[in-house]
């Protein structure tokens, strides 16, 4: 198999990696101020079938009711123009499998391997129809042997390729911890600079609907520890292309972290090539009272949340912070010192979860700006339960975000 991808290697010749990195517009911080609630903030409704409501008048809504079914955003967010752009619609995971495509007819060193990623599509389908596309060895099936593969990975990336490693299901990824924590994450350094590890590992991860405990596991907070790797998650079909893209064209190992239940979400993107910054957060809607920080599927949780929220008079700032290492403090930093509280709302398990390392991060750089301590809402410290509504209460809910950013801006 090594000759394999050594030949592979030798054959394809390697192209030059557009930079991931882009400039990005300072935001001007606003002077510290006393909170006073917006009673008559306007709002946009985007609901799933993309017809937008525009309400200017909700008093007669019922304060304390939650509206699930919707999305608030404010009238001149990017998200509220986004249905006029051009474009074409795409659920999340063909967007995944758009961008890998893109890649793969660019760059002949990038290759896909895992367990029936081939002429079966892979278990959520991302990697349908590259088989026929591009053929067996660059679109390689693999036995169940999570070290084997991701290990098999990680030596074509030092021979001078760029594999995609796709783990069937996230937790299966611990069978293969110490490949992207020995050899992944420290060869670049442990070998002087002469090796350089363009990988990127992927898979489905999060909690599903009654999947059972094993299959329903959140492990950012695993690989957040491990030196010389990046993780980013994607939340949209938008930032799921772009990170993908950016993700392959990265010299360092990167862990895409994509959600079980988000594979079906369509969003319009654009029709011309681009990527997304590997280390940016994306403001989702600008607010001036709480700063909420999220990412994955709790964006929509929290965006549930933040219609209510519009209603009880409140303005929170929502940014979905999809570079889970690094994070994007800069981002972070200017929305603190405009709103001077944080909520953070993950599902990642409490204890050493990425909210724990985003704390810890807000309280170290931008402590003198907050003006209520950091409430952090994750999920449980428990396995999750297979029945429906036990793993609905070890999840955060809408409800409890309400609750929490009322608290927060007593």
């Known amino acids: 198999m090594a000759a394999i991808f050594q030949g592979v290697g030798a054959a394809a010749a390697l192209s030059s990696s557009p930079s991931n990195s882009f400039d990005t517009k300072k935001l001007l911080c606003s002077p510290r101020r006393s909170f006073s609630a917006r009673k008559g903030a306007s709002f946009v409704v985007v609901r799933s079938d993309g017809s937008v409501n525009f309400d200017l008048n909700h008093k007669g809504r019922r304060a304390q009711q939650l509206i699930t079914n919707a999305v608030a955003t404010k009238a001149d967010s990017s998200a509220a123009a986004s249905s006029s752009k051009p474009g074409h619609e795409l659920l999340l995971f063909e967007a995944l499998r758009e961008g890998l495509e893109e890649e793969m007819e660019r760059d002949a060193t990038v290759c896909v391997m895992g367990e029936d990623v081939g002429h079966y599509g892979g278990s959520y389908k991302v990697t349908r129809g590259l088989a026929e596309k591009f053929g067996d060895l660059r679109v390689l099936d693999t036995p169940i042997a999570e070290n084997s593969f991701t290990g098999m990975g990680i030596g074509a990336a030092m021979t001078g390729l760029r594999p995609v490693v796709e783990g069937m299901n996230m937790g299966f990824l611990l069978l293969a911890f110490n490949q992207i924590s020995n050899n992944c994450g420290m060869l670049h350094y442990t070998s002087g600079g002469q090796f350089k590890i363009p ?53 360092n190992p ?28 994306e403001m989702v809607r600008p607010g001036e009272h709480v700063t909420i920080l999220t990412y994955s599927r709790m964006r929509y949780h929290v965006m549930q949340a933040a219609k209510t929220l519009v209603n009880k008079g409140y303005d929170p700032e929502v940014i979905d912070i999809r570079s889970l290492k690094p994070f994007d403090l800069y981002t972070i930093g200017n929305s603190v010192k405009k709103t001077h509280r944080v909520l953070i709302v993950e599902e990642c398990m409490r204890t050493g979860g990425i909210g724990a390392s985003l704390t810890a991060a807000i309280t170290e750089n931008f402590h003198d700006y907050l003006d209520a301590p950091i409430i952090c809402l994750s999920s449980q410290d428990v396995p999750t339960p297979y029945a429906g509504p036990l793993e609905e209460w070890t999840v955060v809910q809408p409800a409890q975000i309400v609750t929490a950013v009322e608290q927060l801006c007593q």
Do not use: W
Request: proline letters at 5%; aromatic letters at 8%.
């Open 199 to 251: 990988i990127v590992i992927r898979g489905p991860g999060g909690v599903g609907r009654q999947l059972g405990a094993e299959h329903s596991q959140r492990l950012e907070s695993y690989f957040q520890s491990i030196p010389g790797i990046q993780m980013v998650a994607c939340s949209t079909p938008y930032n799921a292309k772009g990170l993908m893209k950016a993700a392959i064209r990265s010299e």
């Open 254 to 281: 990167v862990i895409l972290f994509e959600h079980v239940l988000l594979y079906n979400l369509k969003e319009r993107i654009p029709d011309e090539d681009y990527i997304c910054n590997l280390e940016e957060a």
